[in-house]
Nanobody, 115 residues
């Protein structure tokens, strides 16, 4: 059974930091591209960051320079380090694993940036 379990969300003040984690089981983690998406209230889900199986990364323009995606093969976990958070980063953040048509999602973790 495939499971992607996100954690680390919460309430943070503008300018603060959070680190999201997504622990994966039931997949061969090393071959999957891992992505973080987010969905703000009333908006479509958008891609935030991706790390390929080879470790290459890419980011949405809105988070470049502030967010860092990384993966730990020993822990089957992908992370999203979020710095200099802004109110517009408020959303539910979802982890996604994708490889050769197999596509899996976590349940999401909410992030609220507010003073």
């Amino acid at each position: 059974q495939v499971q992607l379990v996100e954690s680390g969300g919460g309430l943070v003040q503008p300018g603060g930091s959070l680190r999201l984690s997504c622990a994966c089981s039931g997949i061969i983690f090393s071959v999957y591209a891992m992505r973080w998406y987010r969905q703000a209230p009333g908006k479509q889900r958008e891609l935030v960051a991706v790390v390929t199986s080879g470790g290459n990364t890419n980011y949405a323009a809105s988070v470049k320079g502030r967010f860092t995606i990384s993966r730990d093969a020993a822990k089957n976990t992908v992370y999203l380090q979020m710095n200099s958070l802004k109110p517009e980063d408020t959303a539910v953040y979802f982890c996604n694993a994708n490889h050769n048509g197999a596509n899996y999602w976590g349940q999401g973790t909410p992030v609220t940036v507010s003073s």
